[in-house]
């Protein structure tokens, strides 16, 4: 989690500093292709205001993820969705929105371009969120167990070293590969103590099964943890 807020942290203050920079200093150069433009151009986009509502975007961008901030610190299970889901949101529906003072004979052009990638981003991140939300199952077969959805693979029972089921969830240092969210987490992520790991987890629902391979450290838990417990006598009974 403090990982999750440092971030946002860090991108509260970038947002503040370059709006301000922008707004306070007109150090418009910040603007993303600004100095690429004629020197016309540019005059007509400081006219019709264009600048300083990029930077006043972005110091409302910076407030609004800052007012949203404390939710981190509540039982809310869905507070970095929502933080990180109107960064993205306000941010590109903004630049969709500020077309309407580019030049008139790139108005038409920058609204149909930024309204695409606005529509492409958000579509593809729901996409992303709805597939990881997902949920994942563990199924034994004859010779195999196998583990479904996103980042799940199959393993026979002879490359099982051990299985443990633990009451904590040890500390997760950082995600290399996967989906992590306020409740689950599907991927490949560091443990502390336990290097590199597959994790299948429904965050704080305990207990958690531990499946160590010759080549694989697994984590996985069901929502039910009368299921977790069923998967561990499964698998140990499978697996000597």
């Known amino acids: 989690m403090w990982f999750l807020i440092g971030i946002q942290l860090f991108l509260i203050a970038l947002f503040s500093i370059l709006g301000w920079a922008i707004v306070k200093k007109k150090i418009y150069g910040l603007i993303s292709n600004f100095n690429g433009r004629s020197d016309e151009e540019q005059r007509q986009l400081i006219e019709l205001g264009y600048p300083q509502r990029v930077g006043k975007l972005l110091l409302a961008t910076a407030g609004g993820m800052a007012a949203l901030l404390p939710l981190s610190f509540t039982s809310f299970d869905y507070a970095m969705d929502i933080q990180f889901g109107f960064m993205i949101v306000f941010l590109l529906g903004g630049l969709v929105y500020l077309s309407k ?121 069901s929502k039910n943890p009368l299921q977790t417990k069923e998967w561990q006598e499964k698998l140990t009974r499978h697996g000597n």
């Open 101 to 221: 003072y580019e030049i008139p004979s790139k108005r038409k052009r920058s609204y149909i371009v930024s309204s695409l990638i606005a529509a492409g981003t958000i579509g593809f991140l729901g996409v992303l969120i709805y597939v990881g939300y997902q949920d994942f199952e563990l199924k034994t077969h004859e010779d195999s167990f196998e583990i479904t959805g996103m980042y799940g693979d199959e393993w026979n029972y002879s490359e099982i070293v051990a299985v443990n089921l633990l009451d904590e969830m040890p500390t997760v240092t950082w995600k290399q590969d996967g989906f992590g969210m306020s409740t689950i987490a599907k991927g490949r992520f560091t443990v502390e103590e336990y290097g590199t790991s597959l994790l299948f987890v429904h965050k704080g629902n305990a207990p958690y099964l531990y499946i160590e391979l010759k080549d694989k450290k697994i984590f996985i838990n």
